[in-house]
């Protein structure tokens, strides 16, 4: 896992190519854990967790339609809906279904939301669900994801080094101790390709939140064990979201890091890894 090579495609109900690996525990019984990102990141985020977990689980990883190594198009659907529904397709092409071999999942940022509507709405079924900086509760989006979310067009002619710099001005303001600069190559170069580009204005404009509106007051309907996680020095979501959330979700636990901001996986991987391994553990 020295590189983070997602190695496998699944073609989506949609049409959309969609790039996937899964690490870890050889047995065909070891339990299974999905990590899904959030936005504008891709799986590349969760590659140290991914290798805590892996002496234990079957550790699968995958960038959503329209991220990553994952396929971009011109009107293609990256909504969180559509993002939810592909993530159930994928859930059945892994086998992860049956009674017996549910999977848990970890979610950060929009894949919170992603996970919830697959849950809420769409039948997922999940062995325990841990929630990072999720995406969950109105009104979310900072003043900058607003303005670019509503001139997607104008931000979209921008010349590509102006475009670049943009994109990772904002990837870098999600951390609090400062991104590696090979972490923030990495997170950024998907979007600064001339399919990038447009596709990074697209999921920012499509990412409306109606479709967490739609499932926020069922969240006292979860009975799955819950553990939410927040970067105490989050500024793209306050934490304070995070204990408005755990109050909604019977029985949930909410654990926050210090010194992390909205990438907890970036800035505090060692404790985030340990915090996830010990809710994950079944003996």
Not at 26 to 41: E, M, N
Not at 101 to 121: E, N, S, T
Not at 186 to 205: S, V
């Amino acid at each position: 896992m020295t590189q983070w090579l997602l190695d496998r495609t699944f073609r989506s109900a949609s049409g959309d190519e969609v790039r996937w690996a899964v690490h870890g525990a050889g047995r065909a019984d070891a339990p299974a854990v999905v990590l899904l990102h959030g936005t504008p990141f891709s799986s590349y985020v969760w590659r140290g967790v991914a290798r805590a977990l892996a002496a234990r689980h079957r550790v699968f990883v995958w960038d959503m339609p329209g991220y990553g190594a994952s396929g971009k198009r011109d009107d293609q659907d990256v909504s969180l809906d559509a993002q939810a529904r592909v993530f159930g397709e994928l859930l059945a092409h892994w086998e992860l279904t049956g009674e017996e071999i549910r999977p848990a999942v970890v979610a950060h940022d929009f894949g919170g939301a992603v996970a919830l509507r697959a849950h809420l709405l769409h039948g997922a079924r999940y062995t325990r669900l841990a929630l990072v900086d999720p995406v969950a509760l109105a009104p979310w989006g900072s003043p900058t994801y607003r303005l670019l979310g509503a001139h997607p067009g104008v931000f979209g002619q921008l010349p590509p080094e102006l475009h670049r710099a943009l994109v990772r001005e904002y990837v870098s303001s999600a951390s609090h101790t400062g991104l590696h600069p090979a972490a923030l190559d990495r997170l950024t170069e998907p979007w600064c390709t001339a399919d990038g580009q447009p596709a990074f204005y697209r999921q920012i404009a499509q990412n409306d939140q109606r479709f967490t509106d739609e499932i926020q007051e069922h969240y006292g309907e979860i009975r799955l064990p819950t553990l939410i996680c927040w970067g105490a020095r989050d500024t793209w979501i306050p934490v304070a979201k995070g204990r408005e959330l755990a109050a909604r979700i019977p029985g949930s636990r909410l654990r926050v890091i210090e010194g992390a901001g909205h990438l907890v996986q970036e800035d505090a991987p060692a404790e985030l890894a340990a915090e996830l391994a010990e809710f994950l553990r079944t003996d």
